[in-house]
């Protein structure tokens, strides 16, 4: 018989609890709700649902909504959902306190919107600030890397729109 976590298609998740940055908890161990996986949103819904959750110190939550958008999105934007992921994952490694994941994933991230908006030569698709957003990335990787900062991610959290 195979003990692994089920969801309901039978595919293997584990069920373990999690924190708000997304790492596994004791069974037993009050966690945060999940994200559920799958949701198609609107962009804007995107937008506003990540920042929520961004504003809420749970990025590792603000990349499964990018994720959704990165792949369910029209193919001419996946490549900005996945940065947007990988900023938000590169925040939620500095915040776990991995240095280096954290700044390689934000410089990743930051380097995946500025790209995109180059090549589509929009600055703010959805109201974003993608300009801004890359600078707050590479701020952030560069803090990260210096070490002299704790990041507490709700507090270093970026506004997606302007």
């Known amino acids: 018989m195979d003990a692994r976590d089920r969801d309901g298609e039978g595919r293997a998740r584990n069920a373990r ?31 506003a649902e990540a920042q929520t959750l961004l504003a809420a110190g749970k990025p590792f939550h603000a990349h499964e909504v990018f994720e959704d958008a990165w792949k369910s999105g029209p193919a001419e934007e996946r490549e900005l959902w996945r940065g947007l992921a990988q900023l ?32 589509t030569e929009r600055r703010q698709p959805y109201g974003m600030d993608l300009t801004g957003l890359s600078a707050w990335a590479r701020d952030l990787a560069e803090a990260v890397e210096r070490g002299g900062e704790s990041v507490d991610a709700a507090r270093r959290a970026p506004r997606l729109r302007g």
Do not use: F, M
């Open 17 to 47: 609890p999690r924190d708000g940055l997304g790492r596994p908890l004791p069974y037993g161990a009050a966690g945060v709700d999940r994200q559920p996986e799958g949701v198609v949103r609107t962009p804007e819904e995107t937008v």
């Open 88 to 119: 938000a994952v590169g925040l939620t490694h500095a915040a776990r306190g991995n240095a280096t994941g954290g700044a390689r994933l934000l410089r990743r991230g930051a380097a995946a919107v500025s790209a995109w908006a180059a090549d």
